[in-house]
């Protein structure tokens, strides 16, 4: 299995910067991409970015331009850098990885989702 430690989050003013970390893990060759979602109580969790290991990147219409994602793949651990924030971009943050990857042990896994338990971005106005 892999395992996911977000770390990073706090409370920002508008306007302000923060980046997110979330290091991994266990069996790492066993995925391909890593994402970011985000929550507020109440409401669904949603898809905020995402990063392949070639380096191709994904971002929700509400971030584009403002977030950023990267990697090291040396260390397995992918940043969010998160600028201009705006209230609304409070949530907690959580990265999250699919095991794809049929190959040697990766089978006992494939199609397994693994989840971090997330840190908290609070964004005052």
């Known amino acids: 299995q892999v395992q996911l430690v977000e770390s990073g989050g706090g409370s920002v003013q508008a306007g302000g910067s923060v980046e997110l970390a979330c290091k991994a893990s266990g069996y790492t060759d066993c995925y391909d991409e890593t994402t970011w979602y985000r929550q507020v109580p109440g409401k669904e969790r949603e898809f905020v970015s995402s990063i392949t290991k070639r380096g191709a990147t994904t971002y929700a219409d509400s971030v584009k331009a403002r977030f950023t994602m990267s990697q090291d793949n040396a260390k397995w651990t992918v940043s969010l850098q998160m600028n201009n924030l705006k209230p609304e971009d409070t949530a907690t943050y959580y990265c999250?990885?699919?095991?794809?990857?049929?190959?040697?042990?990766?089978?006992?896994?494939?199609?397994?989702?693994?989840w971090g338990k997330g840190t908290l971005v609070t964004v005052s106005s």
């Open positions: 999250k990885v699919v095991m794809t990857s049929r190959i040697g042990s990766c089978h006992y896994y494939t199609d397994m989702t693994f």
